[in-house]
């Protein structure tokens, strides 16, 4: 069965740091990988996906993240933190078995220190 | 133009009542998904619509939930004899079409609360 691991409840970093965010995925195919954000009272907004091709993804803000399939992993990162990155991110696998649900993982909380 | 929108943004029942959640998603938007986030967790698939039917309602806890979507457009999710197991954020995405190459869009969510 599909799934997604993020075994970081909890990050803070300093403002101006460097960031990454660990994501395991479980998955048969080639998978269909994406990292949203969430800011409390917001709805989730979507970083940046990987589908095909070039493994090194750029997002939106200023994220990126690298597809390593020999490890199963889809890392986030970002070179330098700001306050307002502040939130929580969540990776996420498509699974396309017949139908197109995203399978979630638990979610990382991010803490900025100015 | 207007992203997804979900009503009420908040909701408080009590256990045994039974509540609707609205989601209006980007218009022209053919697929449309429920999920479900639970405190702490991430959020977990309901169902999902493509045009007016359920093509996989396989994420439904029981069968105290059903959701439907009449005119292909706008989608409410019920949910009979509420359980305080059920308070969560409901959470509903569309897509414009049925590629995982189509991005979700996601909508604010609705609290749910049961006491």
């Known amino acids: 069965a599909q799934s997604v691991t993020q075994p970081d409840i909890h990050i803070t970093v300093s403002e101006g740091a460097s960031l990454e965010l660990r994501c395991n995925y479980s998955?048969?195919?080639?998978?269909?990988l994406f990292w949203y954000v969430q800011s409390p009272g917001q709805g989730l907004q979507l970083l940046l996906k990987?589908?095909?091709?070039?493994?090194l993804v750029q997002g939106i803000k200023g994220f990126e993240a690298e597809f390593k399939r020999s490890q199963s992993s889809f890392n986030l990162r970002k070179p330098s933190v700001h306050w307002s990155d502040a939130a929580e991110y969540f990776c996420?696998?498509?699974?396309?078995?017949?139908?197109?649900?995203?399978?979630f993982g638990t979610g990382t909380r991010l803490k900025v220190l100015a | 133009g207007a992203g997804v929108s979900q009503t009420p943004s908040n909701k408080v029942t009590e256990k045994g009542k039974y509540v609707e959640l609205r989601c209006d998603p980007i218009?022209?938007?053919?697929?449309l998904y429920w999920y479900r986030q639970s405190l702490g967790q991430g959020p977990e698939f309901l169902i999902y619509?493509?045009?007016?039917?359920?093509?996989?309602d396989s994420g439904l806890p029981n069968d105290r939930f059903f959701a439907v979507r009449p005119e292909g457009s706008v989608s409410t999710l019920k949910i009979q004899r509420t359980e305080r197991g059920d308070s969560a954020v409901y959470l509903c995405?569309?897509?414009?079409?049925?590629?995982?190459?189509?991005?979700?869009?996601f909508g604010p969510g609705t609290r749910l609360t049961v006491l």
């Open positions: 995405a569309s897509s414009p079409g049925t590629s995982l190459n189509n991005e979700q869009f």
């Open positions: 998955y048969g195919a080639t998978p269909y």
């Open positions: 990987y589908f095909s091709g070039d493994t």
């Open positions: 996420a696998v498509g699974a396309h078995s017949g139908t197109y649900k995203y399978i």
């Open positions: 218009s022209g938007h053919t697929a």
């Open positions: 619509f493509q045009g007016t039917g359920a093509a996989d």
